[in-house]
């Protein structure tokens, strides 16, 4: 069973610095993507950044320069560092991958979400 473990969330004053993990387990299938998205109250879940398996990134525009994403293969770990947090980056984030199989099926799987608040 795929679980996706977020951790690194927390409260923050603007500003300030926190970086999220997310660590994957559970599967065999080669990842195809990971990314974090965000989702404030009222609000609609929103892309944040994303990295492919080969390594290419993109950001939303209101978190680039600001938010870089990364991943330790070895670890299963895909990170999200965010410097310069506003309070409008007020959200639970949540993790996300995108798995494929040995037949090229793709599946997509969802953290359980981390609070991320920063204060003005």
């Known amino acids: 069973q795929v679980q996706l473990v977020e951790s690194g969330g927390g409260l923050v004053q603007a500003g300030g610095s926190l970086r999220l993990s997310c660590v994957v387990s559970?599967?065999?299938?080669?990842?195809?993507?990971t990314g974090w998205y965000r989702q404030a109250p009222g609000n609609q879940r929103e892309p944040v950044a994303r990295i492919t398996s080969g390594g290419s990134t993109n950001y939303a525009d209101s978190v680039k320069g600001r938010f870089t994403i990364s991943r330790d293969n070895t670890k299963n770990t895909v990170y999200l560092q965010m410097i310069s947090l506003k309070p409008e980056d007020t959200a639970v984030y949540y993790c996300n991958v995108v798995l494929r199989s040995s037949r090229n099926f793709l599946y997509n799987y969802w953290g359980q979400g981390t609070q991320v608040t920063v204060s003005s």
């Open positions: 559970g599967s065999s299938f080669s990842i195809n993507a």
